[in-house]
């Protein structure tokens, strides 16, 4: 009785925030719901989870769910239809997103050396869809007010549903290998509720701050309401999630947000590079080296956050250096391998996961998709900090994504199929080749209606007429 008085609460709560957070003076397509769903998958748990039909540890990688799989094909088959009827939109984002490319092409020909290449090939499929459903993002007529509704569609249903969850339910909390009791709420273990959280939350601090700025936003006190209701929310789950990385992130990507706005940064693209620089070998130094004791006690996590067992573990397994196991094929056929050497508490079938983005890769794809991912790592941050530049705005939402993509994968598996992390770098590289490729577009400048003869030379020549492309 309590908990279906809580969720009637919970459901009149979050038409509350759709309500306050409505804004008339920007139109998106009905395409958005597509990513919006690939995201609540994503960032929660999946479908045949919620009907109790739904797999766990190292079986789920192989054997799926019937109904999963018919869920991801029919969004996969509608976002493609949608990208394709954007094509004039779509080409020239593809063709400027080479080092996406050659690495899904490169992840598809591993395919042909894993020991299981029909599952690795229905998990490639995937990642072509994580990369479709980016595109639908960024092709928006309104790119910008989509990715506000994206935060607010999923921030506003995967939020309170989690605090429910655990405050109310068994289906919301469990336990660590360790033994300990830890907080899910919508997903399955803490470290993907950390994820979701502060990636939407990144983008809550987003709006919140556009909002403070732009004192003639339409709606504005309403939805500055709305918006710190979802940072509140976000700040509350990261602090049950208790996950010591997604905290990391949301302050280092926070910070990173915060200070580009100020003046004496944000003009001074060198500072700009100094901060990122900062953020990122600073944190991940300090995380694997010297001072990681004092930092991850200070999250409350065990030193190392348990995972350097499962590094040295993992790169000991490793099969061909050069080309890895196949794409996401290593713990298919090197998991016992692995466990052999760890302590106890790491479970048979709990370890999926080097906990390690780059080792990750380098398992699965070797040295050439380390070098890939690299390359979309450093490509993706000069074209971040160039976006930057045309809009401080966007760019500092974009700048975040990347510079917290490259930490997080320092100590969980950011670059894998279906990983919010990894979708949001995918979104954060392709819209800043999205803002450099707008930037350079001529400006329309309708001519004037009457043209008198004798000066219609002069000013013919002063009006450019391009046809636009609508975005």
Not at 173 to 196: A, F, S, W
Not at 409 to 427: D, K, Y
Not at 443 to 449: A, F, S
């Amino acid at each position: 009785m309590i908990f279906w008085l809580a969720f009637l609460i919970c459901s009149t709560g979050i038409a509350g925030l759709f309500f306050l957070d409505r804004d008339a003076s920007t139109r998106n397509s009905k395409a958005l719901w597509l990513p919006v769903m690939w995201l609540w998958i994503a960032g929660s748990r999946p479908v045949s989870a919620w009907f109790g039909m739904g797999t766990y540890g190292l079986a789920s990688t192989l054997d799926g769910s019937p109904m999963d799989a018919a869920i991801f094909a029919a969004l996969m088959v509608a976002g493609i239809i949608v990208v394709f009827l954007r094509r004039d939109r779509t080409i020239p984002l593809l063709k400027s997103s080479g080092p996406i490319l050659i690495y899904l092409l490169y992840c598809l020909i591993s395919v042909t050396w894993s020991a299981f290449p029909e599952p690795s090939f229905k998990r490639w499929t995937k990642d072509v869809g994580d990369v479709v459903m980016v595109l639908i993002l960024v092709t928006d007529g309104q790119p910008m007010a989509a990715l506000r509704r994206l935060f607010s569609r999923i921030g506003f249903i995967l939020f309170p549903a989690s605090i429910l969850l655990i405050r109310y339910t068994d289906l919301g909390r469990g336990y660590d290998p360790d033994g300990g009791p830890m907080n899910t709420g919508v997903t399955t273990n803490k470290n993907n509720l950390g994820l979701i959280v502060f990636l939407v939350s990144l983008g809550a601090l987003w709006n919140v701050r556009a909002l403070l700025m732009d004192k003639e936003a339409p709606n504005r006190r309403r939805r500055l309401v709305a918006q710190g209701t979802l940072l509140t929310f976000g700040i509350v789950l990261l602090q049950m999630a208790h996950c010591a990385t997604a905290v990391a992130c949301f302050i280092l990507g926070g910070g990173l947000i915060l200070a580009t706005s100020l003046g004496a940064i944000r003009n001074r693209p060198v500072r700009v590079h100094a901060l990122c620089l900062v953020i990122v070998l600073g944190g991940g130094l300090t995380m694997l080296f010297g001072g990681e004791s004092m930092v991850t006690n200070a999250l409350g996590r065990h030193e190392n956050l348990g995972r350097t067992d499962i590094w040295a573990a993992a790169i000991a397994a490793a099969g061909n250096p050069v080309i890895g196991s196949g794409f996401e094929s290593f713990w298919n056929t090197n998991h016992d391998a692995v466990t052999r050497g760890l302590p106890g508490y790491w479970g048979i079938q709990d370890l999926v996961s080097a906990h390690n983005g780059y080792i990750e890769v380098y398992l699965n794809l070797g040295w050439v998709g380390l070098c890939l991912i690299a390359l979309i790592l450093i490509s993706g941050y000069k074209r971040a900090a160039k976006a930057f530049q045309r809009d401080p705005e966007f760019g500092s939402l974009i700048l975040a994504y990347v510079a917290t993509g490259i930490f997080y994968s320092i100590t969980e598996a950011g670059f894998r199929v279906l990983t919010p992390s990894w979708i949001f770098l995918l979104l954060a590289v392709v819209s800043a080749s999205g803002v450099l490729r707008d930037s350079e577009l001529p400006v329309q400048v309708d001519p004037p209606k009457y043209i008198p003869r004798k000066s219609s030379v002069v000013l013919a020549s002063r009006f450019q007429i391009v046809q636009s492309t609508k975005i």
